[in-house]
T-cell receptor
Framework: AQSVTQPDIHITVSEGASLELRCNYSYGATPYLFWYVQSPGQGLQLLLKYFSGDTLVQGIKGFEAEFKRSQSSFNLRKPSVHWSDAAEYFCAVGPRGSNYKLTFGKGTLLTVNP | NAGVTQTPKFQVLKTGQSMTLQCAQDMNHEYMSWYRQDPGMGLRLIHYSVGAGITDQGEVPNGYNVSRSTTEDFPLRLLSAAPSQTSVYFC??????????????????FGAGSRLTVL
């Protein structure tokens, strides 16, 4: 069965510092990959997605993610974190051809210190 | 264009009561789905639909019922609420696009969520 692992439950960074959130997946074939962000009390907003092609994908709010097939990973990065980035981040995967069904990781809560 | 609209935003039920969470989308999307979010669990798929009249179970379907009589609406029914169904529920819709040789690439649009408490 497919699964998504986000090893870090909670990460704290200082404003202006770089950020990397880890995501590993277990899947029979290369899935479609997504990162979503959820601010407190809000719904989910898509940050970026990987379907095919260039393995480094750019998203909104200055985020990027790199797909590494050999490591089954899709880590999210940002070079300089802003206080407004404090939120919970979810990695999700979906099967090619039917990714209207997503499997989510358990999320990483990001705290940003001033 | 309102996107995905969920009602109600908040609801408190007593054990054994029934209720329906409403979900409507105005984007003419083929696919709709319901997820529940629990602390430390991420989102888990309850039920999904690939078109009007077609529904199927997801990862955690027990205690929930769905139907899809129109493209726009996908209600989630709790027939006899239990405290274990206390959660935040998200509805999502999507449509399929071609990516290279692949078909079926979807980007899900989520509603704002419905917080349900069962006492």
């Amino acid at each position: 069965a497919q699964s998504v692992t986000q090893p870090d439950i909670h990460i704290t960074v200082s404003e202006g510092a770089s950020l990397e959130l880890r995501c590993n997946y277990s899947y029979g074939a290369t899935p479609y990959l997504f990162w979503y962000v959820q601010s407190p009390g809000q719904g989910l907003q898509l940050l970026l997605k990987y379907f095919s092609g260039d393995t480094l994908v750019q998203g909104i709010k200055g985020f990027e993610a790199e797909f590494k097939r050999s490591q089954s990973s899709f880590n999210l990065r940002k070079p300089s974190v802003h206080w407004s980035d404090a939120a919970e981040y979810f990695c999700a995967v979906g099967p090619r051809g039917s990714n209207y069904k997503l499997t989510f990781g358990k999320g990483t809560l990001l705290t940003v210190n001033p | 264009n309102a996107g995905v609209t969920q009602t109600p935003k908040f609801q408190v039920l007593k054990t054994g009561q029934s209720m329906t969470l409403q979900c409507a989308q105005d984007m003419n999307h083929e696919y709709m789905s319901w997820y529940r979010q629990d602390p430390g669990m991420g989102l888990r798929l309850i039920h999904y639909s690939v078109g009007a009249g077609i529904t199927d179970q997801g990862e955690v379907p027990n205690g929930y019922n769905v139907s899809r009589s129109t493209t726009e609406d996908f209600p989630l029914r709790l027939l006899s609420a239990a405290p274990s169904q206390t959660s935040v529920y998200f509805c999502a819709s999507s449509y399929s696009v071609h990516v290279g040789a692949d078909s079926g690439a979807n980007v899900l649009t989520f509603g704002a969520g419905s917080r349900l408490t069962v006492l």
